[in-house]
């Protein structure tokens, strides 16, 4: 949404929500306080990706969802459904988004963001750190509302979801 924006406008844009946004740059330079060091992290990743991405999607759904912390209910059926759309996606998307994801820089792009806009995130994203991304859009985002989920993970839209329809809902109908 923020990139649509970015580059088209808010012509044909009522609302805009990001939900567990990489917004605005997952990784640091001189100028950005990412949180990943240009390269380490992702190199990691498309490494994963490289040597067997099916045990990369099915180890990744534990922290996606929260799972690897104390005393959650794990799905095993979320964990599996996530594990089938990463294998669905091609090698080279697989690959390739990872730089994509962790390094474009969207900073710009929020700052055209000029309709209301909801931020939803929760605060114990392990994926993309709340502190890198969603504290930083709302101060970029003109006007900005901004819903913090506690304790909840990057795949809030699956352990959340009625919470997250309500807000949607909410938000769309004021």
Not at 31 to 51: C, F, M, P
Not at 85 to 105: H, L, N, R, V, W
Not at 130 to 135: E, G, K, P, Q, T
């Amino acid at each position: 949404m923020a990139r649509y924006i970015g580059r088209h406008g808010s012509r044909r844009v009522a609302k805009a929500v990001l939900i567990g946004a990489i917004t605005p740059v997952m990784v640091k330079s001189a100028s950005k306080s990412g949180r990943y060091a240009a390269g380490g992290n992702s190199n990691k990743l498309r490494a994963a990706v490289q040597a067997d991405r099916s045990v990369l999607w099915k180890d990744l759904s534990l922290p996606f969802y929260g799972y690897n912390r104390p005393g959650a209910k794990i799905s095993e059926g979320a964990r599996e459904s996530f594990w089938l759309q990463g294998m669905m996606a091609g090698f080279p998307a697989c690959y390739f988004c990872i730089k994509a994801f962790s390094e474009t820089d969207l900073t710009e792009d929020l700052r055209k963001l000029d309709v209301p806009t909801l931020i939803i995130h929760g605060d114990d994203d392990q994926i993309v750190p709340i502190a890198d991304s969603a504290l930083l859009s709302a101060k970029i985002v003109k006007n900005a509302k901004l819903k913090i989920y506690r304790g909840a993970p990057h795949g809030l839209c699956t352990t959340h979801k009625n919470l997250v329809n309500e807000d949607l809902l909410a938000f769309i109908k004021a």
